[in-house]
């Protein structure tokens, strides 16, 4: 069965990016796209990645925190999978060293990970915090995730985020907004077709909190009062996101 790819790699995330005199730190993700092997369920995935866990503790050398995402509200003839696999870390050399890690000594792990699992394609992928939340990550918590695709609009750079995100954080703000916020730009493994220039992802705290923002935004259209927008996004997917490894870089 065909899986079309995402190049997703948290939300939800865990990077500490911030704007400091116009500089962006930029981290590193990698995402995995996934289906169940026949007769598997997530159940058989969690168990491989608590030895999986077991194993990073003993043989990671770099901070590195992972989640699972399963699918809320997404539409299975755009994405037929079952779950994604995000994994954080300081730099795209600390994934490539913790992905070296794994290969030198995880081989068993690996392959109890393709007898429950059929994954299509692994990247890398940039990660830019817009907005961080204002609730901390919870080691083995759950939350939610929206993700489009987006493109800057025509006569838009790179060069007019910084403003545009201050007015929309001082937006979100005012709306009572608590979740992060985060472009994840597709790097190494990315699909040659890719039609979109990044991701955007938000964080919330339930379904409730999600839809009460999506009913914010359409009160905000017809009342005139939101930002601009400076890029042009398709309509947004809905995870559920499971910490299953925390290691956040200090």
Not at 121 to 148: A, M
């Amino acid at each position: 069965m065909k899986i079309k790819i995402i190049y997703i790699a948290i939300i939800v995330a865990i990077s500490n990016l911030s704007y400091a005199d116009d500089h962006i730190e930029i981290t590193g993700m990698t995402a995995l796209q996934c289906q169940f092997e026949e007769g598997k369920d997530m159940d058989d995935v969690m168990k491989v990645l608590d030895e999986w866990n077991e194993y990073a503790d003993e043989n990671f050398r770099e901070d590195f925190s992972a989640w699972v995402l399963t699918p809320v509200f997404v539409s299975s003839n755009d994405f037929d999978l079952d779950f994604v696999f995000l994994g954080f870390a300081d730099s795209l050399r600390s994934v490539g060293v913790v992905e070296d890690d794994f290969r030198n000594g995880g081989q068993k792990i690996g392959e109890k990970w393709e007898k429950v699992t059929n994954c299509a394609g692994q990247s890398l992928n940039f990660n830019v915090t817009v907005r961080e939340p204002k609730n901390p990550w919870v080691d083995g918590g759950t939350n939610y995730t929206s993700i489009q695709s987006c493109s800057l609009k025509e006569g838009k750079t790179n060069d007019d985020f910084t403003a545009n995100d201050m007015r929309w954080s001082k937006y979100l703000d005012e709306g009572g907004f608590e979740g992060g916020v985060w472009r994840w730009w597709p790097e190494t493994g990315s699909s040659i077709d890719t039609d979109f220039d990044y991701l955007l992802a938000a964080s919330f705290s339930s379904i409730g909190e999600y839809g009460s923002a999506r009913d914010n935004r359409l009160e905000a259209m017809m009342a005139g009062t939101r930002p601009e927008e400076i890029h042009d996004c398709n309509t947004p997917r809905l995870y559920q996101s499971t910490n299953v490894r925390l290691r956040l870089a200090q």
